[in-house]
């Protein structure tokens, strides 16, 4: 029962398209990941002076506000993951769930 449930549900084209989308979705926002982290670490690898460098005449320098920008930029990402995840995805999953008759 359950191995002719799993057939039905990977043959139902809008499993195939749930698949790609999140699959798509999913690798887009870790190559912009990607390239915003190690262009930081890139940054701190090749060119420590910029971050080194102090904003104004207090004792904090731009690689602070730059490096909690990359954390905040994570959270942001991921959080627009989820609105998508729980909104479009979770919608085409249900609709899959009653194709199957399950």
Same mark, same amino acid.
């Given at each position: 029962m359950q191995e002719n449930l799993a057939a039905k549900i990977a $043959?139902? @084209?809008k499993?195939?398209?749930l698949v790609g989308t999140r699959s798509r979705y999913g690798w887009t926002l870790t190559a912009i990941m990607m390239v915003v982290y190690y262009g930081y670490i890139a940054?701190? $690898?090749f060119d420590k002076e910029l971050f080194a460098?102090?904003?104004? $005449?207090?004792v904090m320098t731009y690689g602070? @506000?730059?490096g909690l920008g990359v954390i905040l930029f994570t959270v942001i990402i991921t959080g627009l993951y989820v609105r998508r995840a729980n909104s479009e995805f979770d919608s085409l999953t249900q609709e899959i769930v009653k194709e199957s008759g399950k």
């Open positions: $043959a139902n @084209p499993y195939q398209q940054i701190i $690898a460098e102090r904003l104004g $005449a207090g602070i @506000p730059v």
